[in-house]
C-alpha cells in the first residue's frame, strides 16, 4: 500500500557509505546528531512526528507529536505537492513534481535492527543533499513483507511534450540508500507514459502500453529482473487492463485499477507471476492496503451512472489470495457523495473515509466484510471549493489519524478507536500534503 489519501492521481544519501556501515544501515546517522538516548535505555516512547507541507509554500513543517511544537520547518527548492514515508517511515518524501523534483527530509526518529535488540534513536530533523531530478515525479510505492516496508520504486512519468520528449523512469530506494545518497536500482522505459512500478523483491512490476492502447494510460504489465543496480526486460503479463491506474502491492499479490475491475497479479513458487481481471461493476483509479493486512485491498474509483447523474466514489474490498472483490458502501453514502481523503488506522482494521460534505465516516473490518462503526458530522467544518484538499494520515505508534483543515489552518486529532476528534491543532498555516514519520509499534 501504500497508503494514498485521494482517489484522484497525485503529481522518493547524502552522507557516505561508510556512515550506513556504521549505523548498521539502519537508515544512517551523523555525528551532528543529538541523539536523544544512553546506551542503557533503548527504547524510547515516542508518538512520532508529522511530515506537513505548507500548501502553496516551498517548506515542510516537522510537527514533534511528543512536544506538541513544531520541531523545524525545512525550506524546500519549490512547494511540494505530494509527501510520502520512506520504507522504513524514517524519511519524508517531497514530491514537486510541478518542478521535477524530489527532496528527501531526515524525520530524526527511527530505530535500528543491533542483533539482540532493537534501538531507538531521536535527533534533529535534517534537509538531505540528494535529490532526484526527472521529469513527471508522479507515484511512490512501496513493498510491504511480514508488516514491513522494504523497498520502494518512485515512477516518473517523463514528458511528451519537452524536446527532446523525456521518457518514464523509475527509482528503487531503501531507507539505508536514501541516506547514502543513492538509489539501489533503477530503470528507464523507452516512452513517456503515467505509470506506476511495484518492487517485488528483485522484481520489478511497472506498466506497459500497447500500441492498440484506446487512451494515454498504459493497459498492460510488464516484470523486470534486477541486475545488479539496473533491470532486464521480462514478459509482458497476458492480461489486458484498459486505463490503467493505481496500484499496491501487499504480501503475495499486486493490484492494478482498470476501466472495469482491478488486474490482480499473484506470486507463486520461483516467484513466478500469474495475473487475472477481476471484474467490477465500474473503475478502479486507487488501490489502498496496509501492511500489517497482507493480500488485502480496498479499490477505489469515481462513477456517473448516466450523464444528467452526478458523479459518486464507489468502494471495493479485494482480497488478493482468494481472488475475489466484493463492493461496499460507507453509511449514508448516497449518490452524488465524493472521497476527499482516507486513511487506515495503524492495525489496518479501520478505515477513515472523509467525504465532500466534511463528514468523517469510520469503517470496521470484520471477518473480512467493512461495515461503519462510526461517523462525525462536519470533522471539517468548511470544505475548501478548490486544492489544497484535506488530508489524512495515520499514526504508526498511537491509536491516532491525522485530518489536515486547510481553511482552519489546522490538523485535527482523531481517536482511531472510538472515531472521535480529541484535539485540534493550530498550525498558522494553510496544510497540504502530510506523513507520518517514526517508530511502528
Known sequence: MRPVSSVFPLRLLSAAALACVLAACGGGSDDDHDHDHDHGHTHIDTAGRLAVAEAGAPK??????????????????????????SPGKRYAVTVQARNNLVQFVDGGIWQEDHGDHLHDYRAGSRLLGWTIEGAGPSHFDVEWQQGKGVQAALFLDGSAKATPPQNASV???????????????QLALDAPLHGFAEPLGNQLVTVHRSEDAGNALPNYLRVYDRQGDTYRAGNVLPTRCDGMHGSAANGSSLVAGCADGVLLVQRGANNALADQKLALPSRVSALMTHPKQPNQYIGLGNYRAAEDKPVTTRFYAIDGAAATGVEFTPEGWEEGRRLIASTFDRSGTRFFVLDTQGTLTVMQR?????????????????????????????SGARDEVYLSDPLAKQIAVVDSSSGQIKQRISLGYAPGAMAWLGITR
Open 60 to 85: 515542510l513543517h516537522l510537527f514533534d507529536l511528543d512536544s506538541g511544537q513544531n520541531e523545524a520547518t525545512h525550506a524546500l527548492a519549490h512547494p511540494a505537492n505530494a509527501v510520502y514515508a
Open 171 to 185: 527509482r528503487v530506494m531503501t531507507d539505508a540508500s536514501i541516506a547514502a545518497g543513492r538509489a539501489t536500482a
Open 366 to 394: 470484520n471477518a473480512g466484510s467493512w461495515r461503519t462503526a462510526a461517523r462525525v458530522s462536519a470533522a471539517v467544518p468548511a470544505m475548501p471549493s478548490s486544492a489544497p484538499w484535506p488530508r489524512l494520515a495515520f
